[in-house]
């Protein structure tokens, strides 16, 4: 069967520590894996903008011994027609693995639909998967595990990350407290999804509006940009509701003392979060920001031995 990654909870909670474990160690033997030998080569797709995802992924599919084609679907047949199950199915012809950032989580499933290859979401509108996997495997390097730590989430609460933190969070056995503002709270259809797993896992979900509430003993304190691609002109106000979920030096506070401070970048510094949090003691950005690398190297290498 063909393994997907489209979804944080494509993974079940033994998968996803697999995953992390074989991250941790490709992180330690950088250049020591090579199943993409050959080289097969990895289709990298990109409907939206990127810096991280777009450079982990070519850097890791050459350093796994594969050949990264990263495209940007504008030079392409996508937006001129060509549907995206044909897409699929052609580019299953030719590449090992799919890689694809886009917009609607529907556009996502078409090619997975038709694809012969693993499918990966690098970003949708509802989820940001590989994301989570980096920062589930920061929070193990610095906590030595994810279970029973509580993560706090403030900001919009409606976005791809706060749904990941979501399902991911959950999967790795995490007290997930999500923080927004009201009109700003995630789909209950996904916190109904990571209740049940947080079930199986030992972990809990709460969605709040109050953002000392959430980051109150936190571990790990998470924010995200108040206005995400795509969102620029969407007509809402997407400054002031959000100024008190804004993460500096008063709302971490109210966290642990130890507590890590994650951003997926790119940063809107003044806005979502204040330059003293981003560059100061707790924050583990840069970090998380590497591990896009080791953890990507690691989901491709788990989907195409799964695939096999
Ligand atoms: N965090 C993240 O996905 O960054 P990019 O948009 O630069 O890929
Ligand atoms: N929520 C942001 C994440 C960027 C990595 C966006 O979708 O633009």
Redesign the pocket.
């Known amino acids: 069967m063909i393994r997907h990654f489209l979804r944080d909870d494509d993974l079940t909670p033994a998968e996803q520590a697999a995953v992390l474990d074989l991250a941790a160690r490709m992180k330690t033997d950088r250049y020591g894996h090579q199943p993409l030998a050959g080289p097969k080569s990895v289709a990298v797709l990109f409907d ?1 903008q ?1 810096l ?2 777009r450079i982990s992924f070519d850097v890791g599919i050459a350093e796994l011994g594969g050949h990264p084609l990263v495209v940007d679907t504008q030079v392409t047949h996508f937006g001129r027609g060509e549907t995206l199950a044909d897409a699929g199915r052609v580019l299953s012809r030719y590449v090992a693995a799919i890689v694809l950032r886009t917009h609607g989580d529907d556009r996502i499933a078409e090619v997975a639909e038709h694809a012969t290859v693993p499918v990966v979401n690098a ?1 949708t ?1 509802t989820y ?1 998967p590989c ?1 989570m996997l980096a920062d589930l495997l920061t929070v193990r390097e610095r906590f030595g595990g994810t279970a029973g730590r509580i993560l706090a989430y403030v900001g ?1 609460a409606a ?3 706060a749904h990941s933190y979501l399902l991911a969070g959950a999967t790795a056995g995490m007290h997930v407290r999500i923080a927004g503002p009201a009109g700003f709270q995630p789909d209950p259809e996904i916190v109904a999804r990571a209740e049940k797993i947080a079930a199986t896992t030992g972990g809990s979900v709460q969605v709040l509006t109050d953002p000392a509430e959430a980051v109150r003993g936190a571990h790990v304190v998470a924010t ?2 108040w ?5 620029e002109s969407d007509g809402l106000d997407r400054i002031t509701p959000f100024l008190p979920y804004q993460v500096n030096a008063a709302l971490l506070g109210y966290a642990d003392a130890d507590v890590i401070v994650l951003h ?3 940063a809107h510094r003044g806005e979502e979060i204040t330059d003293e949090a981003l560059d100061g003691p707790h924050s583990a950005v840069f970090d998380q920001a590497e591990n896009r690398l080791h953890a990507q190297k690691a989901l491709l290498t788990f989907l195409l031995e799964e695939s096999a």
């Open positions: 939206k990127s991280r995802t970003l509108d940001h994301q919009d976005n791809n990350m995200d940009t206005t995400s691609m795509g969102q997926c970048l790119p």
